[in-house]
């Protein structure tokens, strides 16, 4: 069972051990971080999510309470009713066990839920296909529209497409309790 609770500065550390490689930062940090991450960078990223009042970031707690991943909601348009999910990793020690994909699911039921917003969306390196198929199981499509345009992107010399993805609330899997 995963449960949601609002980020913390505290949570930091989490994120520190998660993120230890240039490749998991670079899937990660929507050209918001430079490698290596720090807890500075952390500390800021916090910062902001705290005074945008169209952003929030969650921490996703196992069984037993402790951090098991991290995402956030963000880019929240209120009059459309349209948010954007990124920053999200799952604990690498605990990959394998369906967290990313709860962990997703639960992200989706309180941006369609609770904040009775219509869409979400989020953007994936074509390389990533783990998550790529995570976020396509709990119904998120493919999009290609004004701002939302795939790029290739460079990483050591191998060339990436990241590309965009939406989940819409009528379309997306059924909420219940027990997923």
Same mark, same amino acid.
């Given at each position: 069972?995963?449960?949601?609770?609002?980020?913390?500065?505290?949570?930091?550390?989490?994120?520190?051990?998660?993120?230890?490689?240039?490749?998991?930062?670079?899937?990660?940090?929507?050209?918001?971080?430079?490698?290596?991450?720090?807890?500075?960078?952390?500390?800021?990223?916090?910062?902001?999510?705290?005074?945008?009042?169209? +952003?929030?970031? $969650?921490?996703?707690?196992?069984?037993? &309470?402790?951090? #098991?991943?991290?995402?956030?909601?963000?880019?929240?348009? /209120?009059?459309?009713?349209?948010?954007?999910?990124?920053?999200?990793?799952?604990?690498?020690?605990?990959?394998?066990?369906?967290?990313?994909?709860?962990?997703?699911?639960?992200?989706?039921?309180?941006?369609?839920?609770?904040?009775?917003?219509?869409?979400?969306?989020?953007?994936?390196?074509?390389?990533?296909?783990?998550?790529?198929?995570?976020?396509? +199981?709990?119904? $998120?499509?493919?999009?290609?529209?004004? &701002?939302?345009? #795939?790029?290739?992107?460079?990483?050591?010399?191998?060339? /990436?497409?990241?590309?965009?993805?939406?989940?819409?609330?009528?379309?997306?899997?059924?909420?219940?309790?027990?997923?």
């Amino acid at each position: 069972m995963l449960r949601l609770r609002p980020y913390k500065p505290s949570d930091a550390a989490c994120l520190l051990r998660w993120l230890t490689d240039e490749k998991t930062v670079a899937f990660w940090k929507a050209d918001r971080f430079q490698w290596p991450l720090t807890k500075e960078q952390l500390a800021q990223y916090h910062r902001d999510f705290e005074s945008d009042p169209n +952003a929030m970031a $969650f921490t996703a707690l196992n069984e037993n &309470g402790g951090p #098991a991943g991290h995402f956030s909601l963000r880019k929240i348009d /209120w009059k459309e009713n349209r948010g954007h999910m990124g920053f999200i990793v799952v604990d690498p020690e605990t990959r394998g066990k369906g967290y990313g994909r709860r962990m997703v699911h639960l992200a989706l039921t309180y941006a369609f839920e609770v904040l009775g917003l219509k869409a979400v969306t989020l953007g994936v390196y074509d390389c990533n296909e783990p998550a790529r198929r995570c976020y396509e +199981a709990e119904g $998120f499509r493919r999009i290609e529209r004004p &701002g939302f345009e #795939a790029r290739t992107e460079t990483f050591h010399g191998a060339q /990436w497409e990241y590309f965009y993805l939406e989940a819409r609330r009528d379309e997306a899997p059924q909420t219940d309790r027990e997923k």
